[in-house]
């Protein structure tokens, strides 16, 4: 099949792709580069950092299938998709249990002062005893979107020792048995937000998210408290953010792997502040989480050529279902507790829960 590589992926499954595909790489290229090299794409591998614009997807007439090599999928048009009969996978799992991690890293960053105690001892001053820091253990951790990576974030910190609260937006009956499980207490984000000495965030980009984190929210953050943005930049108002931090009444320090601007050469307000720490986008960055997704692309495109081979299927209908049951392909990674989504409509919806 044709494929347009359009984001980084693992080296080993672009080659293992094009010993079977026509595989054409241009990693996070312009919405015209795109639109040229689409031109006869059936398929479509991205990951964030790369814009899958109404005008890309319609200079590509012969797509039929986008594999989102990880979670977020605010950077496609997802209309455009379902409008097409476009089908989309994403690969979530491998991506979160990355995630997850660096969440913890950047809380114990915070807690600890690592990055001052580096910066300050790297210069000859040995800082210890400005360096009081705080324990993990027995403090509150609030999540904000306990999906599916956010329940992972909460299932750590409770190994760790935390009391962990989760909310998601309108959860179903079994979700706060399933957190609960995890030792999550499922509760209602005003309280978590309150409670949270580490609140992590770990919501979707969408209408509705954007600009969640504002300053009214942070204005109800517990005195002394941590921020952890692992979503996305535009779910936390950086301006307000900015004020908070500078002011000090809650917030006590931040840590954000993604920003609202993320690229080369910008430098964000934030940075000029020394009690937040941030990281380029790299939650889901570990050679594991990577080589494991390129593995999961490798077995949807054989699944997927295949299937269109064997029944040499029409795609081209308003709302295909997704090619369901074929072995070897896991269909586990909606960011929802629900079963795995069956139609680009459930998929859609799934993508709407307010839960990585
Ligand atoms: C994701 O949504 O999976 C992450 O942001 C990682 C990525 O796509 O680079």
């Known amino acids: 099949m044709r494929i347009l590589i359009a984001s980084s992926i693992a080296p080993e499954a672009v080659a293992q792709l094009r010993m079977h595909h026509d595989v054409v790489c241009a990693f996070n290229a312009s919405e015209d580069k795109l639109k040229t090299l689409g031109h006869d794409r059936e398929v479509l ?49 491998p991506g979160a249990k990355a995630v997850a991690e660096l969440a913890f890293a950047l809380m114990l960053a915070l807690a600890r002062n690592l990055l001052y105690a580096d910066q300050a001892l790297r210069q000859g001053h040995f800082a210890k005893h400005e360096l009081n820091g705080y324990l993990l253990r027995g403090k509150v951790l609030g999540i904000i979107g306990a999906g599916n990576i956010g329940s992972l974030v909460g299932e750590m910190g409770a190994a760790w020792g935390m009391k962990v609260l989760g909310c998601v937006e309108n959860p179903a009956p079994a979700v706060a048995t399933e957190l609960a ?122 699944s997927f050529a295949a299937y269109a081979i064997s029944t040499e299927r029409n795609f081209a209908v308003a709302a295909p279902r997704l090619y369901p049951g074929r072995p070897g392909v896991a269909w586990r990674g909606s960011d929802s507790f629900a079963d795995y989504p069956q139609t680009i409509e459930m998929n859609l919806a799934a993508v709407k829960c307010i839960a990585f």
């Open 45 to 93: 591998i991205c990951r964030s950092g790369v814009t899958i614009s109404a005008a890309v997807l319609a200079g590509a007439p012969a797509l039929k299938l986008i594999i989102r090599a990880g979670s977020g999928t605010d950077n496609i048009d997802l209309n455009y998709v379902r409008q097409h009969g476009i089908q989309l996978e994403r690969i979530p799992e």
């Open 181 to 302: 499980q995890k030792q999550i207490r499922l509760t209602d984000c005003r309280e978590v937000i309150a409670k949270a000495d580490f609140l992590s965030v770990h919501v979707p980009l969408t209408a509705a998210t954007r600009n969640m984190i504002n300053a009214a929210v942070l204005s109800q953050m517990k005195p002394g408290s941590y921020l952890i943005n692992m979503a996305r930049g535009g779910v936390v108002d950086e301006q307000a953010l900015y004020q908070a931090l500078t002011e000090k009444k809650t917030v006590r320090g931040a840590a954000l792997d993604v920003h609202q601007v993320e690229r080369e050469g910008h430098i964000s307000p934030l940075a000029s502040l020394p009690n937040v720490i941030l990281t380029p986008h790299i939650g889901a960055q570990t050679i594991d989480s990577q080589r494991e997704i390129g593995g999961r692309i490798v077995e949807i495109m054989d």
